[in-house]
């Protein structure tokens, strides 16, 4: 195809693939019949939105998308989206023109793209958001205390109400903002 960056999809039983359109970092619904990825967006070119298509190359459609930053690695979360942002005013470019982004923030938003709120706000990065189904909470990985870890957030915790000061607490019982490991 045109682009070195292709969704697609591969018939298990002839092993015939069917390109469904451009885009990378594809993440499956939890029942199969969508398909979440980034890709360079139409309105901003050189930064990316979130999409999501049905897994017969229909309804493509263009999530998430925002002025301000680019949305990148997107996971199902239910119904929901998760992805980490790229501050415009943060990525550089090197000599091959490739963008090398410094992940912000968490943030999730309806799979039909309304509703779109930040779960994380930290001035260390927040990047590769996944959802664990038993906790009902979002981990991802931060530099935090200088130190790549795993935290996580709870996803009944509003935005606002996330402690950033005493992260390493264990405050699973309020949901508020902790290490995955020390839960």
């Not at 050189?46 to 990148?72: C, K, N, P, W």
């Not at 260390?124 to 996580?152: E, K, T």
């Not at 019982?173 to 490991?181: E, K």
Request: glycine residues 6%.
């Amino acid at each position: 195809k045109d682009s070195p960056w292709m969704i697609a999809v591969k018939d298990r039983t002839n092993g015939s693939m069917t390109y469904l359109t451009e885009g990378m970092f594809p993440d499956w619904s939890p029942f199969g019949e969508h398909i979440c990825f980034q890709r360079n967006s139409r309105q901003d070119p050189g930064y990316t939105s979130i999409y999501s298509i049905r897994s017969d190359g229909s309804e493509l459609t263009e999530v998430y998308h925002s002025d301000s930053h680019g949305a990148i690695t997107p996971a199902w979360a239910g119904d929901w989206i998760l992805f980490a942002t790229v501050n415009k005013s943060s990525a550089s470019r090197t000599r091959n023109n490739f963008a090398m982004f410094n992940a912000d923030d968490i943030w999730i938003v309806h799979r039909d793209g309304s509703q779109a709120r930040i779960l994380t706000q930290h001035r260390q990065a927040d990047w590769d958001p996944c959802y664990d189904v038993q906790g009902r909470r979002v981990v991802f990985v931060s530099l935090r205390d200088q130190v790549q870890n795993i935290y996580a957030v709870s996803l009944n915790t509003a935005p606002a109400a996330i402690s950033h000061s005493s992260h390493r607490a264990s405050t699973a019982s309020s949901g508020g903002l902790f290490p995955a490991s020390y839960r």
